[in-house]
């Protein structure tokens, strides 16, 4: 039953927003077209929350996927596509340009910083430090172990740092 | 700068961009509304049983029709055991039912039985020449 959600997904809304536009690529069309897709999945039964965990982290689950799927299902239209026309298949670009332009300079260096990490390490740091998620609730988010979403963390972590130290250097 | 401090920094550039990203984010009611239309223009959940059942029941008559009635049969050739010699009755000779008759135990055949071959018997008439 979806309606007693509605509340609780309502509160979640800009943090599950936010989830989904570090899960595509800071995308803010995208974003929102995977989100969309993550509440008809809830409507539709497709998604049912059990309980098992916490509504934020099943949710945020529920996004991440739907952002692979579609992921997935457009890199297969471009090869598709390309293929028929004989050429490089054309994908779509990265990210919302319109975005990355009313951005902060530290948002952008953030984002840049962020986008030179393995996509697991990216997407540990953004559930942390973003989300206020613990360890534990991210990698639950993610399906992976407790130990490998910790070291995939502070190596990551690392890794941020030194980025942003480059990005500081003039 | 220590760990910590270096969190913490961390921890600010994260919540900077939270921020910016909230003021970008698009009203919860437009996006929830938008999925529920979506879902409906799907189709009802009663429509896609029926759907469902109609594919079902096509399905069932595919598999449940009556087998197709089997081609005629072309006309059988003759067989060879079944031809008869058009010259067969030349072969009717007389006598051949000595030849087809097994002869019965003891002593030789009697002759006297059979016309024309009676002078062939050990019987006392016998034919005088002339």
């Known amino acids: 039953m979806t309606q007693p959600l509605e509340p609780d997904l309502e509160a979640l809304h800009p943090a599950s927003f936010g989830w989904a536009l570090a899960c595509c690529g800071w995308d803010r069309e995208e974003a929102e077209d995977v989100l969309q897709e993550a509440y008809v999945k809830v409507l539709d039964g497709a998604a049912v929350f059990d309980g098992r965990s916490s509504l934020k982290t099943w949710l945020f689950g529920v996004i991440r996927r739907t952002a692979a799927g579609r992921r997935r299902r457009r890199w297969a239209r471009a090869l598709a596509l390309g293929r028929w026309l004989g050429g490089q298949a054309a994908l779509p670009p990265p990210h919302d340009p319109e975005s990355s332009a009313r951005a902060s300079e530290t948002r952008r260096a953030l984002k840049r910083a962020l986008e030179a990490l393995p996509a697991r390490q990216r997407e540990l740091l953004h559930l942390v430090f973003y989300q206020d998620l613990t360890v534990e609730e991210a990698s639950r988010v993610l399906g992976i172990s407790v130990g490998a979403a910790r070291t995939h963390y502070h190596r990551g972590k690392e890794r941020l740092r030194e980025q942003l130290r480059g990005e500081d250097r003039p | ?130």
């Open chain 2, 1 to 130: 700068m220590t760990g910590e401090d270096d969190d913490r920094a961390l921890r600010e550039a994260f919540a900077q961009a939270r921020r910016e990203d909230a003021a970008q984010t698009p009203a919860f009611a437009r996006v929830w509304e938008t999925a529920r239309a979506r879902r409906m223009r799907r189709g009802r959940p009663v429509f896609r049983l029926v759907l469902a059942g109609l594919g079902v029941l096509a399905l069932a008559a595919v598999l449940l029709r009556r087998p197709p009635a089997p081609p005629p049969q072309p006309p059988r050739a003759p067989s060879i055991i079944d031809w008869r010699s058009p010259t067969g009755f030349l072969l009717q000779t007389p006598g051949r039912e000595v030849l087809g008759t097994p002869a019965l135990g003891g002593g030789p055949p009697d002759y006297s039985r059979i016309p024309g071959l009676d002078g062939l018997t050990g019987s006392s008439e016998r034919r005088r020449s002339s």
